[in-house]
């Protein structure tokens, strides 16, 4: 793989990790009102769940990229520690 593409796809999921968390907020205010109001949460905590289970895989595979990348595998590490800092 080029040094382009993998940048490419690493900013990409960059990006769709980044979009996720957005929407993991939103969602957890969505299952907050359902609750508070006394409806039914079942489909809004689905699909929290959902979304929960999404950006953990895309944070496992941003680390196989940049383990694919020629990174360190101090770097790699450092990267899963930030990520596990930037925890929802």
């Known amino acids: 793989m080029n040094r382009a593409w ?3 796809h690493l900013d990409q ?3 769709h990790i980044a979009e996720l968390k957005v929407r993991i907020v939103r969602q957890r ?3 907050k009102y359902a ?3 006394g409806q039914r949460s079942e489909m809004a905590e ?3 769940d959902a979304l929960e289970g999404s950006v953990r895989l895309f944070e496992k595979h941003r680390i196989f990229l940049l ?3 020629g990174s360190s595998s101090a770097s790699v590490a450092a990267q899963a520690g930030q990520t ?5």
Do not use: H
Request: net charge negative; with cysteine; proline share 0%.
């Open 84 to 88: 596990q800092s930037l925890a929802i």
């Open 13 to 15: 999921a960059y990006r």
């Open 46 to 48: 689905s699909l929290l």
């Open 67 to 69: 383990s694919c990348s």
């Open 29 to 31: 205010a969505i299952v």
């Open 6 to 8: 993998e940048q490419e």
């Open 35 to 37: 609750l508070d109001t």
